[in-house]
């Protein structure tokens, strides 16, 4: 009994410790997108000045140093965005929760948000006067929330597919604990089993706890809508918090699972 016990306590910390290593390409990508951030900063700034002292000077010079640095910032956000979104592409890659069936269909979303950006980014080289800029970045502003709501979906996606890959680890340690007691149940005095099988009334109970979060989440993602900004920040704020609480559930059965495992480890 005590080599099951062993086992099992060994599988449960490879079930918590895993899941947490960074990769090289999503590595590579979010330093990008640090770095396109800060240029981003840099660039706004430049462009908040530059107008300001057109605004207050209207002369030839100040208005072409105005255009110039919003054409370099307008330039340098769609290198943000993009940055940010490739990012988005390498952790679906990466993550190997995600259903082959969810990663190609964000994948799809982010090719074409990504070809969106390319094509506004192009405008850009016709960009003659401060009037022009602003038509440009209205075109952005309005496209907007549609890649909002597609960047918040696949931040849900992403969290979605990390929990199911935690739970499908924690239901197999699941069945481990109750094939071994069912097992060697002879082993066990009757105070052991009674508390044996409480243990695992709880567990089950935690994954049946996280399964209605889960679904709680579902149905709160499906309703989320790019024409409804302010209901899908609500949604999404009530979407973070039952992410939290299906991992926490998660966490909360695997320590029983540990404490289950320090019972039989002693067992004789």
Do not use: C
């Amino acid at each position: 009994m005590k080599v099951i016990a062993y086992l099992i306590t060994f599988l449960l910390f490879l079930s918590i410790s895993g899941g947490n290593t960074i990769l090289a390409s999503s590595e590579s990508a979010y330093k990008d997108y640090l770095f396109q951030y800060d240029q981003y900063r840099l660039k706004l700034n430049n462009f908040h000045v530059a107008r300001t002292e057109y605004l207050t000077y209207k002369t030839l010079l100040a208005e072409t140093t105005a255009l110039d640095t919003a054409r370099a910032m307008m330039v340098q956000r769609d290198d943000l965005l993009r940055s940010y979104i490739l990012l988005l592409n390498e952790k679906i890659n990466e993550n190997n929760g995600m259903s082959d069936t969810d990663r190609k269909l964000y994948q799809t979303i982010i090719k074409n948000e990504s070809s969106y950006i390319q094509t506004h980014k192009t405008h850009m080289t016709s960009v003659g006067s401060l009037s022009d800029a602003e038509k440009i970045s209205i075109d952005l502003q309005t496209h907007y929330p549609i890649l909002n709501t597609s960047v918040h979906q696949i931040l849900i996606a992403l969290s979605l597919a990390d929990l199911s890959r935690m739970n499908k680890q924690f239901v197999s340690l699941q069945e481990i604990f109750r094939s071994s007691i069912q097992s060697n149940r002879s082993y066990l005095t009757p105070e052991k089993q009674t508390i044996s099988d409480r243990w695992m009334i709880q567990i089950s109970n935690k994954q049946n706890l996280y399964q209605q979060k889960v679904e709680q989440i579902l149905l709160s993602s499906g309703r989320m809508k790019s024409d409804s900004p302010n209901e899908m920040q609500t949604l999404y704020g009530e979407i973070l918090k039952n992410l939290g609480d299906a991992k926490k559930y998660l966490s909360e059965g695997a320590s029983y699972m540990q404490e289950l495992a320090n019972l039989l480890r002693y067992e004789e």
